[in-house]
Nanobody, 125 residues
Framework: VQLQASGGGVAQAGGSLRLPCAASGSTFRIYGVGWFRQAPGKEREFVSTIILSSGFPAYADSVKGRFTISRDKAKNTVYLQMNSLSPEDTAVYYC???????????????????WGKGTQVTVSS
């Protein structure tokens, strides 16, 4: 499974960006696709994930109500729509794919088996 994240860039506070994550290869192995981010000097953290079959999403508290994750199964692509951006959202964003996770494990990096290269998101105040 290969993952390609894109859509990063510079946005002003209060603005929006949409990040696509395109999957290729053995996509039948994928149960869920998630987004994580790593800000300068901080550890990588969970942002959101979606179960591909059902579309059921999950979000970190810090992005609930502002970010929306969705998927287009025909295009093997997951999108992270980010609204009401703040400078605290500045980070490298990574998409990752999981072969399976549960209610208590969906936010763990160890639950994700395939990782793409990151895309930089910078939010200016």
């Amino acid at each position: 499974v290969q993952l390609q994240a894109s859509g990063g860039g510079v946005a002003q506070a209060g603005g929006s960006l949409r990040l696509p994550c395109a999957a290729s290869g053995s996509t039948f192995r994928i149960y869920g696709v998630g987004w994580f981010r790593q800000a300068p000097g901080k550890e990588r953290e969970f942002v959101s994930t979606i179960i591909l079959s059902s579309g059921f999403p999950a979000y970190a508290d810090s992005v609930k109500g502002r970010f929306t994750i969705s998927r287009d199964k025909a295009k093997n692509t997951v999108y992270l729509q980010m609204n009401s951006l703040s400078p605290e959202d500045t980070a490298v964003y990574y998409c990752a794919a999981s072969r399976g996770y549960g209610v208590g494990t969906y936010s763990r990096q160890t639950s994700f088996h395939y990782w793409g290269k990151g895309t930089q998101v910078t939010v200016s105040s």
